[in-house]
């Protein structure tokens, strides 16, 4: 079966009946919404792909235990008999470049599954915008940068940090080479702030 907005939206309603799961829940709709817009944008399939955003953090339903939020993710949406294409970005969203070393916040323990999987796995265009959206979100829309920003004050500095950035700055120039004036052109109100950075 192939997520779309509507059955992404079931998943949802049914989660946020658990205020634990309203924080996550937040950040995955403002994801989805901004991978709508670039997919639309670059002619991808704007409705798939923000059902993708709203999902992509299903994993950390009813838990705090965030560190295999990936892979639960991809069990449930599996379980519940969802395809690879719409599964696969549990698992991907996180991770740049191919590798799973490359993710925000220092090295995961080690899950050879996981390893496999990011490896082997071709990226979809629709899975690399899920990955830029996630460093553009909180749970609100903002530029890259402050994204950065906010995952570095909050994650800290760790081994593998310098590669995630140089990795995530090659993934926002590779969507602002394929959207005329660059992906932030789509967002005009992002710099509401006049270019004030949000730490919260
Ligand atoms: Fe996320």
């Known amino acids: 079966m192939r997520l779309t907005k509507a059955l992404a939206e079931e998943l949802l309603l049914e989660a946020w009946q658990n205020p634990m799961n309203r924080p996550w829940i937040t950040h995955c709709r403002s994801v989805g919404k901004t991978a709508g817009v670039i997919a639309e944008a670059i002619g991808e399939d704007a409705d798939f ?84 959206c996630d460093l553009m979100c909180k749970d609100i829309q903002m530029t890259f940068e402050e994204r950065m920003i906010d995952l570095i004050t909050r994650k800290g ?10 990795e995530a700055v090659k993934l926002k120039n590779y969507f602002d080479s394929k959207v005329p004036g660059g992906i932030y052109s789509l967002f005009p109100d992002l710099h509401l702030m006049n270019g004030a950075i949000r730490i919260f």
């Not at 500095?157 to 140089?166: D, E, W």
């Open 49 to 132: 792909t923000e059902a993708l955003g709203m999902v992509h953090d299903i994993g950390k339903k009813d838990t705090k235990e965030v560190v295999f939020h990936d892979l639960l993710g991809y069990e449930y949406l599996t379980k519940l008999g969802y395809d690879e294409a719409s599964a696969a970005v549990c698992l991907t969203h996180s991770y740049l470049n191919n590798d799973d070393t490359c993710v925000a916040g220092g090295y995961l323990p080690e899950n050879k599954f996981r390893t496999d999987f990011i490896r082997n796995h071709h990226y979809t265009e629709c899975e690399k915008i899920i990955n830029l």
């Open 157 to 166: 500095v760790h081994p593998n940090s310098a590669y995630h950035l140089m």
